[in-house]
């Protein structure tokens, strides 16, 4: 069975710039979170998508978007890029909420 | 708000020691918590899961305690090798799949 896979694992982008990251969960997998990870604020918790809906949200500003569609694949958007959103964006699935979550390799985003 | 600290941050121990690893958590009001590692420039694997119910978990050499009401777990690792240098992370799951994750420690095995 194929891992979480996100693409593009790395990207470069400027300041007022906008970024959209993809995520693929594991095939059976209706859950997908999204988590950024950052040397100073470690690993936090960004949003959470089951069955298409977003369930639970973490304290990020509102340029932090999300969705999930019905083959549960996610997609993660960034608007109006500032240098602190330079991170570690990671992707985790699981098969129903409780249950162990898998990670994905992350894409790592760099702000200029 | 619940905060998760891991102790130490960082530890280098020689090859075939036992070692422990300690999480401590501020809100016993979680649903499970999950032990990870990171390998550098990686994405997490997950080690083990434990329930909010179980007591611990246990994969191969790795073992998993919990402890709900003094807000704390350890993972315990028998016979180190020098594959087992990672950062490992503890996270407890508040529910909706919202993990809250330590800063993590450092394991340096040398051989």
């Known amino acids: ?112 | 708000k619940q905060e998760v600290t891991q102790i130490p941050a960082a530890l280098s121990v020689p090859e075939g020691e036992n070692l422990v690893l300690n999480c401590s958590f501020t809100d016993s009001a979680i649903y499970n918590l999950q032990w990870f590692r990171q390998d550098p420039g990686k994405g997490l694997t997950s080690l083990l899961l434990i329930q909010s119910s179980q007591r611990e978990q246990t994969s191969g050499r790795l073992n998993a305690s919990l402890d709900k009401s003094s807000g704390r777990s350890t993972l315990y690792i028998a016979a180190s090798q020098p594959g087992d240098s990672a950062t490992y992370l503890c996270a407890v799951d508040e529910g909706a799949q919202k993990l809250v994750f330590g800063q993590g420690t450092r394991l340096t095995i040398n051989p």
């Open chain 1, 1 to 112: 069975k194929a891992g979480v896979t996100q693409t593009p694992r790395y990207l470069i982008k400027t300041r007022g710039q906008q970024v959209t990251l993809s995520c693929s969960p594991i095939s059976g997998h209706r859950s997908v979170s999204w988590y950024q990870q950052t040397p100073g604020q470690g690993l936090q918790f960004l949003f959470e998508y089951f069955s298409e809906t977003q369930r639970n949200k973490g304290n990020f500003p509102g340029r932090f978007s999300g969705r999930q569609f019905s083959n549960s694949r996610s997609e993660m958007n960034v608007s109006t890029l500032e240098l602190g959103d330079s991170a570690l964006y990671l992707c985790a699935s699981s098969l129903q909420p409780g249950r162990l979550q898998f990670f994905g390799p992350g894409t790592r985003l760099t702000v200029l």
